[in-house]
Protein backbone atom coordinates (compact mmCIF):
# COMPACT_ATOMS: atom_id res chain seq x y z
CA UNK A 1 0.00 0.00 0.00
CA UNK A 2 1.19 3.60 -0.57
CA UNK A 3 0.41 5.45 2.87
CA UNK A 4 1.13 9.55 3.32
CA UNK A 5 1.41 10.22 7.30
CA UNK A 6 0.47 14.17 7.94
CA UNK A 7 2.93 15.20 10.30
CA UNK A 8 5.37 18.42 10.49
CA UNK A 9 8.29 16.43 11.54
CA UNK A 10 9.25 13.18 10.37
CA UNK A 11 12.13 12.80 13.44
CA UNK A 12 8.95 12.90 15.95
CA UNK A 13 8.77 9.90 18.25
CA UNK A 14 5.16 8.67 16.88
CA UNK A 15 6.27 9.39 13.17
CA UNK A 16 9.35 7.70 12.81
CA UNK A 17 8.11 4.49 14.66
CA UNK A 18 4.73 4.54 11.64
CA UNK A 19 7.66 4.67 9.01
CA UNK A 20 9.18 2.15 10.41
CA UNK A 21 6.86 -0.06 11.05
CA UNK A 22 5.12 0.71 7.47
CA UNK A 23 7.96 -0.37 5.83
CA UNK A 24 9.03 -3.13 7.87
CA UNK A 25 5.33 -4.42 6.24
CA UNK A 26 6.57 -3.60 2.89
CA UNK A 27 4.47 -0.77 2.38
CA UNK A 28 5.57 2.68 0.75
CA UNK A 29 5.81 5.01 3.31
CA UNK A 30 5.65 8.77 3.39
CA UNK A 31 5.96 11.77 5.35
CA UNK A 32 3.79 15.11 4.49
CA UNK A 33 4.00 18.37 6.28
CA UNK A 34 0.21 19.11 5.67
CA UNK A 35 1.03 22.84 6.76
CA UNK A 36 3.24 22.92 3.60
CA UNK A 37 0.27 21.69 1.24
CA UNK A 38 -1.84 23.94 -1.10
CA UNK A 39 -5.19 22.92 -2.53
CA UNK A 40 -7.71 23.77 -5.79
CA UNK A 41 -11.11 22.58 -4.05
CA UNK A 42 -13.08 22.56 -6.97
CA UNK A 43 -15.91 19.59 -7.35
CA UNK A 44 -14.63 18.24 -10.56
CA UNK A 45 -11.33 17.64 -9.82
CA UNK A 46 -10.10 18.25 -6.14
CA UNK A 47 -6.35 18.28 -5.80
CA UNK A 48 -3.20 18.83 -3.16
CA UNK A 49 -0.10 20.10 -4.29
CA UNK A 50 3.05 19.50 -1.92
CA UNK A 51 6.04 21.45 -2.77
CA UNK A 52 4.48 21.73 -6.76
CA UNK A 53 3.94 18.19 -6.76
CA UNK A 54 0.21 16.86 -7.20
CA UNK A 55 -0.47 14.64 -5.05
CA UNK A 56 -3.27 11.54 -6.45
CA UNK A 57 -5.08 9.52 -4.19
CA UNK A 58 -3.47 7.43 -1.66
CA UNK A 59 -4.20 3.74 -0.55
CA UNK A 60 -4.24 5.31 3.25
CA UNK A 61 -3.95 8.69 4.84
CA UNK A 62 -2.48 8.58 8.72
CA UNK A 63 -3.24 12.02 10.11
CA UNK A 64 -0.98 13.50 12.74
CA UNK A 65 -2.42 16.79 13.38
CA UNK A 66 -1.06 19.26 16.38
CA UNK A 67 -3.43 21.18 17.90
CA UNK A 68 -2.80 24.43 17.23
CA UNK A 69 -2.52 23.53 13.33
CA UNK A 70 -6.45 22.06 13.65
CA UNK A 71 -7.91 24.38 11.66
CA UNK A 72 -5.93 23.91 8.43
CA UNK A 73 -5.04 20.01 9.33
CA UNK A 74 -8.55 18.89 8.95
CA UNK A 75 -8.91 20.98 6.02
CA UNK A 76 -5.97 18.67 4.19
CA UNK A 77 -7.76 16.00 5.36
CA UNK A 78 -10.76 16.21 4.12
CA UNK A 79 -9.35 17.59 0.56
CA UNK A 80 -8.08 13.86 0.72
CA UNK A 81 -11.18 12.54 1.74
CA UNK A 82 -12.88 14.18 -1.33
CA UNK A 83 -10.29 12.79 -3.41
CA UNK A 84 -11.09 9.53 -2.53
CA UNK A 85 -8.53 8.61 0.05
CA UNK A 86 -9.09 6.20 3.19
CA UNK A 87 -8.30 8.49 6.23
CA UNK A 88 -7.86 6.59 9.31
CA UNK A 89 -9.51 9.30 11.01
CA UNK A 90 -11.96 11.45 9.19
CA UNK A 91 -11.71 15.34 8.99
CA UNK A 92 -14.72 15.69 11.30
CA UNK A 93 -14.33 13.21 14.15
CA UNK A 94 -10.91 15.20 14.24
CA UNK A 95 -12.47 18.19 14.72
CA UNK A 96 -14.87 17.39 17.24
CA UNK A 97 -12.39 15.57 19.34
CA UNK A 98 -10.43 18.64 19.41
CA UNK A 99 -13.36 20.83 20.62
CA UNK A 100 -13.40 19.76 23.97
CA UNK A 101 -16.95 21.06 24.95
CA UNK A 102 -18.01 19.76 21.66
CA UNK A 103 -16.68 15.83 22.14
CA UNK A 104 -18.26 16.17 25.94
CA UNK A 105 -21.40 16.50 24.97
CA UNK A 106 -21.66 14.16 21.95
CA UNK A 107 -20.25 11.71 24.87
CA UNK A 108 -22.59 12.44 27.32
CA UNK A 109 -25.18 12.08 24.83
CA UNK A 110 -24.63 9.05 24.05
CA UNK A 111 -24.83 8.25 27.95
CA UNK A 112 -20.81 8.02 28.62
CA UNK A 113 -20.44 8.86 31.90
CA UNK A 114 -18.10 11.70 32.77
CA UNK A 115 -16.74 13.79 36.03
CA UNK A 116 -19.70 16.33 36.66
CA UNK A 117 -18.81 18.75 34.06
CA UNK A 118 -20.00 22.87 33.81
CA UNK A 119 -19.46 25.51 31.20
CA UNK A 120 -19.00 29.26 31.10
CA UNK A 121 -18.08 31.83 28.84
CA UNK A 122 -18.62 35.39 30.32
CA UNK A 123 -21.02 34.91 32.86
CA UNK A 124 -20.76 36.90 36.08
CA UNK A 125 -22.68 34.29 38.20
CA UNK A 126 -19.16 32.86 39.45
CA UNK A 127 -20.91 31.04 41.85
CA UNK A 128 -23.95 29.88 40.03
CA UNK A 129 -21.18 27.97 37.78
CA UNK A 130 -19.46 26.37 40.82
CA UNK A 131 -22.55 25.42 42.65
CA UNK A 132 -23.88 23.32 39.38
CA UNK A 133 -20.59 21.16 39.22
CA UNK A 134 -20.90 20.43 43.31
CA UNK A 135 -18.47 21.56 45.97
CA UNK A 136 -15.16 22.25 46.25
CA UNK A 137 -12.25 21.42 45.06
CA UNK A 138 -12.86 21.62 41.34
CA UNK A 139 -10.99 21.60 38.45
CA UNK A 140 -11.06 24.19 36.24
CA UNK A 141 -9.87 24.18 32.60
CA UNK A 142 -9.80 26.69 29.97
CA UNK A 143 -10.75 24.70 27.07
CA UNK A 144 -8.01 26.04 24.38
CA UNK A 145 -5.05 23.98 26.60
CA UNK A 146 -3.18 21.11 26.01
CA UNK A 147 -1.00 18.75 27.51
CA UNK A 148 -2.06 19.99 31.48
CA UNK A 149 -1.75 23.24 30.17
CA UNK A 150 -4.51 25.96 31.46
CA UNK A 151 -5.52 23.57 34.12
CA UNK A 152 -6.29 24.66 37.96
CA UNK A 153 -7.30 23.16 40.71
CA UNK A 154 -9.19 24.98 43.13
CA UNK A 155 -9.11 24.10 46.27
CA UNK A 156 -11.62 26.70 48.11
CA UNK A 157 -14.62 28.70 46.91
CA UNK A 158 -12.26 32.17 47.08
CA UNK A 159 -9.64 30.21 44.93
CA UNK A 160 -12.47 29.14 42.82
CA UNK A 161 -13.97 32.33 42.44
CA UNK A 162 -10.64 34.14 42.07
CA UNK A 163 -9.72 31.65 39.42
CA UNK A 164 -12.69 32.24 37.36
CA UNK A 165 -12.41 35.96 37.42
CA UNK A 166 -9.23 35.85 36.06
CA UNK A 167 -10.24 33.76 33.09
CA UNK A 168 -13.18 35.79 32.38
CA UNK A 169 -10.14 38.84 32.39
CA UNK A 170 -8.63 36.73 29.41
CA UNK A 171 -12.13 36.44 27.58
CA UNK A 172 -11.74 32.83 27.60
CA UNK A 173 -14.43 29.77 27.84
CA UNK A 174 -13.89 27.98 30.74
CA UNK A 175 -14.87 24.33 31.85
CA UNK A 176 -15.18 23.48 35.37
CA UNK A 177 -15.55 19.89 36.68
CA UNK A 178 -15.91 17.56 40.03
CA UNK A 179 -12.53 16.73 41.50
CA UNK A 180 -12.16 13.13 41.69
CA UNK A 181 -10.25 12.21 45.18
CA UNK A 182 -9.83 8.87 45.03
CA UNK A 183 -7.99 8.76 41.91
CA UNK A 184 -4.68 10.41 43.91
CA UNK A 185 -3.28 12.09 41.03
CA UNK A 186 -3.28 8.95 38.49
CA UNK A 187 -5.56 8.80 35.38
CA UNK A 188 -5.40 6.14 32.59
CA UNK A 189 -4.42 5.81 28.52
CA UNK A 190 -6.32 3.53 26.50
CA UNK A 191 -4.48 2.93 23.09
CA UNK A 192 -8.20 2.09 20.53
CA UNK A 193 -7.41 0.87 17.84
CA UNK A 194 -10.26 -0.12 15.57
CA UNK A 195 -12.33 -2.14 17.72
CA UNK A 196 -9.71 -3.04 20.33
CA UNK A 197 -8.04 -1.44 22.48
CA UNK A 198 -4.21 -2.53 22.21
CA UNK A 199 -2.74 -0.95 24.82
CA UNK A 200 -2.94 0.72 27.96
CA UNK A 201 -0.74 2.46 30.24
CA UNK A 202 -1.47 4.39 34.22
CA UNK A 203 -0.18 8.37 34.69
CA UNK A 204 0.54 9.52 37.78
CA UNK A 205 1.56 12.70 38.66
CA UNK A 206 4.36 14.01 40.56
CA UNK A 207 4.17 14.46 44.31
CA UNK A 208 2.47 18.16 45.14
CA UNK A 209 1.05 18.14 41.81
CA UNK A 210 -2.57 16.67 39.87
CA UNK A 211 -1.87 16.78 36.55
CA UNK A 212 -0.68 13.50 35.32
CA UNK A 213 0.68 14.39 31.92
CA UNK A 214 3.97 13.15 31.09
CA UNK A 215 5.14 16.65 30.10
CA UNK A 216 4.54 17.85 33.40
CA UNK A 217 6.91 15.45 35.41
CA UNK A 218 4.19 12.13 35.68
CA UNK A 219 5.53 8.78 35.53
CA UNK A 220 3.54 5.72 33.72
CA UNK A 221 3.50 2.36 34.21
CA UNK A 222 1.34 -0.79 32.41
CA UNK A 223 -2.03 -1.50 33.57
CA UNK A 224 -4.27 -4.50 33.00
CA UNK A 225 -8.05 -2.67 32.16
CA UNK A 226 -11.36 -4.56 33.31
CA UNK A 227 -13.83 -4.95 30.81
CA UNK A 228 -15.81 -1.75 31.68
CA UNK A 229 -12.85 0.44 31.07
CA UNK A 230 -11.89 -1.37 27.66
CA UNK A 231 -15.65 -1.12 26.55
CA UNK A 232 -16.33 2.59 27.46
CA UNK A 233 -13.24 3.47 25.71
CA UNK A 234 -14.12 1.69 22.57
CA UNK A 235 -17.59 3.00 22.50
CA UNK A 236 -16.32 6.71 23.13
CA UNK A 237 -14.15 6.00 20.12
CA UNK A 238 -16.96 4.85 18.16
CA UNK A 239 -19.30 7.78 19.06
CA UNK A 240 -16.81 10.08 17.75
CA UNK A 241 -15.75 8.20 14.80
CA UNK A 242 -12.24 7.64 15.42
CA UNK A 243 -10.66 4.51 14.15
CA UNK A 244 -7.19 5.29 16.14
CA UNK A 245 -7.34 7.22 19.52
CA UNK A 246 -6.09 7.62 23.09
CA UNK A 247 -8.97 7.74 25.61
CA UNK A 248 -8.13 9.16 29.08
CA UNK A 249 -10.02 7.83 31.36
CA UNK A 250 -9.94 8.05 35.74
CA UNK A 251 -11.54 5.30 38.24
CA UNK A 252 -13.90 6.83 40.53
CA UNK A 253 -16.68 5.20 43.04
CA UNK A 254 -18.78 5.18 40.36
CA UNK A 255 -16.92 3.52 37.94
CA UNK A 256 -14.69 4.77 34.91
CA UNK A 257 -15.28 8.03 33.48
CA UNK A 258 -13.91 9.50 30.77
CA UNK A 259 -12.14 12.72 30.72
CA UNK A 260 -10.47 13.37 26.74
CA UNK A 261 -10.32 11.32 23.68
CA UNK A 262 -7.16 12.50 21.57
CA UNK A 263 -7.42 11.63 17.76
CA UNK A 264 -3.43 12.27 17.67
CA UNK A 265 -2.23 9.91 20.63
CA UNK A 266 1.63 9.68 20.92
CA UNK A 267 3.00 6.33 20.89
CA UNK A 268 6.46 6.66 23.28
CA UNK A 269 4.33 7.09 26.38
CA UNK A 270 2.54 3.83 25.40
CA UNK A 271 4.96 1.74 23.69
CA UNK A 272 7.55 2.05 26.31
CA UNK A 273 5.53 1.09 29.47
CA UNK A 274 3.75 -1.52 27.74
CA UNK A 275 6.58 -2.71 25.36
CA UNK A 276 3.50 -3.39 22.66
CA UNK A 277 4.70 -2.30 19.22
CA UNK A 278 1.65 -0.07 18.98
CA UNK A 279 2.37 1.90 15.40
CA UNK A 280 2.78 -1.64 14.10
CA UNK A 281 -0.94 -2.50 15.24
CA UNK A 282 -2.09 0.62 13.77
CA UNK A 283 -0.34 -0.29 10.28
CA UNK A 284 -1.91 -3.73 10.46
CA UNK A 285 -5.29 -2.74 11.36
CA UNK A 286 -5.12 -0.09 8.01
CA UNK A 287 -4.23 -3.32 6.20
CA UNK A 288 -6.50 -5.07 6.44
CA UNK A 289 -9.30 -2.43 6.17
CA UNK A 290 -8.21 -1.60 3.14
CA UNK A 291 -8.15 -5.37 1.80
CA UNK A 292 -11.83 -5.92 3.70
CA UNK A 293 -12.71 -2.98 1.21
CA UNK A 294 -11.17 -4.41 -2.08
CA UNK A 295 -12.68 -8.06 -1.44
CA UNK A 296 -16.04 -5.44 -1.32
CA UNK A 297 -15.55 -4.00 -4.82
CA UNK A 298 -14.29 -7.56 -6.07
CA UNK A 299 -17.03 -10.29 -5.12
CA UNK A 300 -16.62 -13.88 -5.50
CA UNK A 301 -18.85 -14.91 -8.18
CA UNK A 302 -20.58 -18.27 -8.31
CA UNK A 303 -20.87 -19.42 -11.88
CA UNK A 304 -23.01 -22.54 -12.73
CA UNK A 305 -22.42 -24.45 -16.53
CA UNK A 306 -25.11 -26.64 -17.57
CA UNK A 307 -23.92 -29.08 -20.35
CA UNK A 308 -26.55 -29.99 -22.73
CA UNK A 309 -26.05 -33.52 -24.09
Known amino acids: MNIFILSRNRNLYSTSRLVEAGNKRGHNIRVIDYMRCYMNITSKKPTIYYG ?26 KQFEMMGSYCVNS ?21 INMPITGFASHTKDIEGVIKSVGSIPLIMKLLQGTQGQG ?7 KAAESV ?9 DIMVQEFIKESSGTDIRAFVVGDYVVASMKRTAPEDEFRSNLHRGGTVHNIELTNEETDIAVKSCKILGLSIAGVDLMRSERGPLILEVNSSPGLQGIETSSKIDVAG ?29
Open 281 to 309: KIISFIHKERAAVRNDKCPIVSVMVIVLS
Open 164 to 172: MSAFRQLDA
Open 52 to 77: GESLGKVDAVIPRIGASNTFYGTAVV
Open 151 to 157: IVLAETQ
Open 91 to 111: SNSIANSRDKLRSLQILAEAG
